[in-house]
């Protein structure tokens, strides 16, 4: 849950008219989790296609399903791992700058705290002396405007710094890999171009209805694989922290 404003402090700052910046750690929070998912999602259909990939052994044996075994792990060690590793990384990030935007509220309410006592004895004293303890009350209303103000300049240059430009950006790369499916396409090249399994020989096999139900299977597991990356999409387009 966002941080909520001291009674007091709401007081105050409705009553001198100063709004609170308008920044909510738990979006943030949101987004990590929200990547997060897509990382599982990735890892899990990775996870079902190298079972398929493993699952060809039973109906093709030759030069180029070793061919194949060799290129897909050498995908899943970098394609895929640094996909999923990257997501983790960007969520741990976002994790670290909400953490950042609360510690920096809690720095602007401790002030605003001091400044709404203040303000209390203020209006009590200008009860007892008929408005000229008002005189004070320039003062409380410059330094919540100051303290404010500067709080909603470092959560906005934070947020843009660290939050859009450090973890989105790099985001929307890591995305775009996942969609294009490199390691997928490496597998599909293999079972679904007629006379790519090789010429026969020694130890050669093939079965080619069960080799056009796997390259079917991983026709949709590369389908599935952009369907997280669509739903990742939409849930960060837009994105606004308020």
Partial sequence: MAIELPGEVVSMLQFIGV???NVNEDKVRDM??????FADGVDGTHQKATAT??????????????TLVAS???LS???MTDLVDACHTVATALDAAADTIVAMKWQAIGELGGLAVTFAADQAASVMTLGLAEAGMALIVEGAERITDY???QLEQYIIGEVIEAAIGPLVDIVAK????????????VLGVPGSAGPGGSGFMIDPKALEDHADTVTSHAQEVEGHAQLLKGRLTGVDFT
Avoid: C, M
């Avoid at 990590?32 to 998912?37: D, L, Q, V």
């Avoid at 996942?178 to 090249?189: D, N």
């Fill in 19 to 21: 709004n609170w910046p």
């Fill in 32 to 37: 990590a989790s929200h990547i997060r998912e």
């Fill in 53 to 66: 990939v493993h699952q060809l052994a039973a109906s093709y044996q030759g030069a180029s399903y070793e």
């Fill in 72 to 74: 897909w792990a050498k």
């Fill in 77 to 79: 060690s970098t394609h």
């Fill in 151 to 153: 709080l909603e300049q």
């Fill in 178 to 189: 996942a969609v294009s499916g490199l390691a997928f396409e490496a597998v599909e090249g």
